[in-house]
T-cell receptor, first 113, second 111 residues
Framework: NAGVTQTPKFRILKIGQSMTLQCTQDMNHNYMYWYRQDPGMGLKLIYYSVGAGITDKGEVPNGYNVSRSTTEDFPLRLELAAPSQTSVYFC????????????FGQGTRLTVV | EDKVVQSPLSLVVHEGDTVTLNCSYEVTNFRSLLWYKQEKKAPTFLFMLTSSGIEKKSGRLSSILDKKELFSILNITATQTGDSAIYLCAVIKAAGNKLTFGGGTRVLVKP
């Protein structure tokens, strides 16, 4: 059981480049989330999804886009990368609205130079 | 706007001390509050609290929720160096399952 899988684990981008952070879960979870975590800080919600075809903004959505075409996949797109987007990105999922914990991927460390 | 605030931001204790971490929230349609421990990588789940006044315990860790005063505490007794981590509090809303985290408390336990 793979759980929540994020790729890549590490990436260095140049300013202005674009990339997609992949997140896949094999637990048939309805709810999926993207967070960023700056050094020594908590997790800030970027976008989340309550099911395929439905997404909503979190606290810090600017500079990012998401899509949810299937239950399993929730990719995060960075357009025109900026140094302020240097961070660790975590994807998480929850089964239903009665579920307990959120399951996390292992994170993607992104550096924009 | 939903708010989850943790205090203190950080603390340093010695092995054997007791630690109390605080989490207050302002969230509409509250469902549950979660506590996580984060060491080097992804957060790991500790507790989920839904009802007021019911203590959850796991070994030396315990937590309780007060839905009237909108806060939760996480206690760690007889701390060990392995308890050094960032402790994160998060709130799930009933509508849409939006999951919002606080800023975390960094705990350092010295030998």
């Amino acid at each position: 059981n793979a759980g929540v899988t994020q790729t890549p684990k590490f990436r260095i981008l140049k300013i202005g480049q674009s990339m997609t952070l992949q997140c896949t879960q094999d637990m048939n979870h309805n709810y999926m989330y993207w967070y960023r975590q700056d050094p020594g800080m908590g997790l800030k919600l970027i976008y989340y999804s309550v099911g395929a075809g439905i997404t909503d903004k979190g606290e810090v959505p600017n500079g990012y886009n998401v899509s949810r075409s299937t239950t399993e996949d929730f990719p995060l797109r960075l357009e025109l990368a900026a140094p302020s987007q240097t961070s660790v990105y975590f994807c998480a999922s929850i089964l239903t609205d009665r579920a307990t914990e959120a399951f996390f991927g292992q994170g993607t460390r992104l550096t924009v130079v | 706007e939903d708010k989850v605030v943790q205090s203190p931001l950080s603390l340093v204790v010695h092995e054997g001390d007791t630690v109390t971490l605080n989490c207050s929230y302002e969230v509409t349609n509250f469902r549950s509050l979660l506590w996580y421990k984060q060491e080097k990588k992804a957060p790991t789940f500790l507790f989920m609290l839904t009802s007021s006044g019911i203590e959850k315990k796991s070994g030396r860790l315990s937590s309780i929720l007060d839905k009237k005063e909108l806060f939760s505490i996480l206690n760690i007794t007889a701390t060990q160096t392995g308890d050094s981590a960032i402790y994160l509090c998060a709130v799930i809303k009933a509508a849409g399952n939006k999951l919002t985290f606080g800023g975390g408390t960094r705990v350092l336990v010295k030998p």
